[in-house]
């Protein structure tokens, strides 16, 4: 059903879009109050307020869909380029320090084909990044690929520009799965939602161990209590934060927005009765504070992917910026995504 489809490919790409703009002044703030955050919600319903402004987690998110569409299939250099020329054409986004070095670096250096990778291989003295960058602006993967396995080799490619530590690529990968998983379901249930994700995530983490010589499996023990977590009654904000995190580690941010959106399939008490999945997806994901520009993106995405744009709220979408390239981004990223079903 191509209509319902797009408009799951749109709310997904509007949502992370919401999330980042709602998300962003509480961005680093430890402790966000409901009080506060309905205020300025309900600012937006009363149209009384200024326009709110993307951040980095859009512009990268813009970026990866624009490279996707022109050549319908991964291209380091080009998306590497991208991400870089439109860092330097507005670096007042919110950009970390170390992303902001490394684009100035591949800019200077002129780099070509596979070289595109190495500056993230030099990031925190050549450990590479962990920060969650790379899964903040994955959605366009899990939209451009009906195939799952080419879902998690993008996604971990475009991640590699940016994002060497296996912790940050990963955490890019799991964020993907997300909203593929979503995407494709019609009735989510929790604990098989979480499940398929970790039968995903095993092997990967698996073969990370492989060749980091480590028996850990990070992502997959989050993702086993979040099984837990999600089955507890009265579970404070507290207590989802000490679990999951709300920092601006991958590791501390992608199971915090996948816990959100499944938390929020039902409506918390604390959130205003009458929102719609998406909006209370996002102000829940608002609430945990930290990274909350970053985590309610996430959650965004993963959350319109599901619920389609009938749960996009309208007035959100008309004072957050950048939500029309996001429909039109949607929209290429869905003819794509026909195509390859069409060749398959
Ligand atoms: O991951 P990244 O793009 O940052 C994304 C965040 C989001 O919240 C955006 O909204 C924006 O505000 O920034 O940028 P990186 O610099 O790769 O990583 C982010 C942070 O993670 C760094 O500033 C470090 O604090 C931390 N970090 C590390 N610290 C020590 N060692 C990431 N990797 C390491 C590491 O290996
Ligand atoms: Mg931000
Ligand atoms: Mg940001
Ligand atoms: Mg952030």
Not at 123 to 144: E, I
Request: proline share 3%.
């Amino acid at each position: 059903d191509v209509v319902r489809s797009r408009f799951r490919f749109r709310a997904s790409l509007v949502g992370a879009v919401l999330g980042d703009c709602i998300g962003s002044k509480y961005e680093g703030t430890a402790r966000v109050r409901m009080q506060n955050l309905i205020a300025d919600v309900r600012a937006l319903h009363e149209r009384d307020t200024r326009d709110l402004r993307y951040t980095d987690d859009t512009a990268m998110t813009r970026s990866v869909a624009g490279s996707l569409i022109v050549h319908e299939k991964f291209v380091a250099e080009d998306m590497a380029l991208r991400f870089a020329k439109e860092f330097q054409k507005d670096p007042c986004r919110g950009y970390s320090p170390g992303i902001s070095n490394l684009f100035e670096k591949l800019l200077q250096r002129n780099l070509t084909g596979g070289e595109v990778f190495r500056p993230a291989e030099e990031q925190f003295q050549g450990k590479g990044s962990y920060g969650n960058g790379a899964a903040m602006r994955v959605a366009p993967v899990a939209l451009a690929y009906p195939d799952i396995d080419c879902i998690k080799e993008v996604a971990r490619q475009i991640a590699r520009l940016t994002h060497a530590h296996v912790l940050g690529y990963n955490g890019a990968i799991l964020q993907a799965l997300a909203v593929h998983f979503a995407l494709h379901d019609e009735n989510v249930d929790k604990m098989s939602f979480v499940n398929k994700l970790i039968a995903e995530m095993e092997p990967i983490e698996a073969s990370a161990n492989a060749s980091f010589n480590s028996a850990d499996k990070p992502y997959c023990k989050k993702l086993e209590k979040m099984k837990e977590y999600l089955n507890k009654k009265n579970l404070s904000k507290e207590d989802v934060v000490k679990q999951f995190g709300h920092g601006v580690r991958a590791l501390d941010s992608v199971p915090t927005a996948i816990f959100s959106f499944l938390h929020c399939l039902e409506p918390e008490s604390e959130i205003l009765a009458g929102f719609s999945g998406l909006a209370r997806t996002i102000v829940y994901s608002v609430w945990l504070g930290g990274d909350t520009d970053t985590i309610a993106s996430m959650a965004g995405a993963i959350a319109g992917a599901y619920y389609g744009v009938e749960s996009s709220p309208t007035q959100w979408m008309q004072y957050c910026e950048g939500v029309k390239e996001a429909e039109q981004n949607a929209d290429g990223l869905l003819a794509l995504y026909c195509r390859r079903v069409q060749e398959r």
